[in-house]
């Protein structure tokens, strides 16, 4: 009996060691990994991030399997989908987005947080340089010539008083305040501003303002993005412009101009540094990366509003835009 119990130990032993000594690969040998890829809302640009991640890892190689979640706009379900991951033990949690990012970045200690598309991730706390990571975090930000931006849009459309609605709740947002009011200031404009906490109050914001401004501008705020289609409804029934900051929300029409980084490119470069740490590089050396080559940037000038809004582009501006909009269709050139 003692000896038949001995063996038995013994046995439950060597399983149990064998089980953790077990790497999971699949059927051609390669090691199997799991990533994690959170966006707090689900938009055409936050889905370009996510696409852009996933075909870095697969062109490469990395035998991986992709956990995607969506947190609808709520910051309380992000943090459920970073206590997921966590307790998942992923091998890298990405998050796509401010709340998302701050949300893995609280919860996972001991898992590598690379975060997408933050705007300001210093502020954000995320890290406390940009020359590197913080611990186990490290990303992408979206930093957008915000001030630039203004200037053009009054250049090309003669706007006195520029509109800009933004998530209260969102650090991303908030911060992007700061520079649309330097923005303003620089360019000599009045700025009316419009907050919000969630998507479904965008088009009722819209409306608020619309009288008030005679242009919208639009960083990269998630949440109004989410619900782009109403803000372009409003202010094309009014006849009045939007300069988008985001490209990717832009290419179906409805915005005058638009002016920002690939977002695809941008879950590419996310992806990049993926890549980096599953081949053992810590997150906490890889500096915070910016999307600054021309090349990763994108302009494009919707004929079609501009006409609606009374406002005529110079050609030499239509000459540098690599997107032109016009008769309902997209030309990429």
Not at 14 to 41: E, N, P, R
């Amino acid at each position: 009996m003692k000896l038949t119990k001995s063996i038995l130990l013994i046995a439950s032993a060597l399983s149990i060691f064998g089980f953790i000594g077990c790497t999971k690969k699949s059927a051609d040998g390669k090691k199997s990994v799991k990533i994690g890829i959170a966006k707090i809302v689900q938009h055409i640009a936050l889905d370009s991030v996510e696409q852009g991640i996933i075909d870095v890892l697969n062109e490469n190689g990395v035998n991986a399997t992709f956990d995607l979640q969506n947190a609808n706009g709520d910051t309380n379900t992000a943090a459920q989908i970073a206590m997921k991951y966590r307790d998942e033990g992923v091998d890298v949690a990405v998050g796509i987005a401010t709340p998302v990012a701050l949300a893995l970045a609280n919860t996972i200690t001991d898992i590598p947080v690379v975060f997408g598309t933050v705007t300001d991730p210093l502020g954000a706390g995320l890290v406390s340089t940009l020359e590197h990571g913080e611990r186990n975090i490290t990303g992408m930000s979206d930093a957008i010539p915000t001030e630039q931006h203004i200037l053009l849009f009054k250049q090309l459309t003669g706007i006195k008083t520029l509109g800009y609605i933004y998530t209260s709740n969102e650090a991303n947002s908030v911060s992007s305040l700061e520079l649309v009011k330097k923005g303003c200031e620089q360019a000599g404009l009045s700025l009316v501003t419009q907050a919000i906490t969630n998507s479904s109050e965008v088009k009722q914001a819209a409306e608020a303002i619309i009288n008030r401004v005679d242009g919208l501008y639009l960083t990269t705020d998630n949440t109004v993005f989410s619900a782009l289609s109403s803000v372009k409804e409003v202010f094309g029934e009014a006849k009045k412009p939007i300069f988008s900051g985001d490209v990717t929300g832009a290419q179906d029409g409805g915005c005058v101009i638009a002016s920002g980084f690939n977002y695809y490119k941008a879950g590419r470069a996310t992806g990049e540094m993926v890549l980096k740490i599953l081949n053992g590089e810590k997150p906490e050396n890889i500096p915070v990366r910016f999307m600054t080559d021309p090349s990763d940037s994108d302009l494009l000038f919707d004929l079609d509003a501009a006409k609606n809004c009374g406002i005529t582009i110079p050609s030499d501006y239509l000459e540098k835009a690599n997107m032109i909009f016009e008769n309902g269709a997209l030309t990429k050139k």
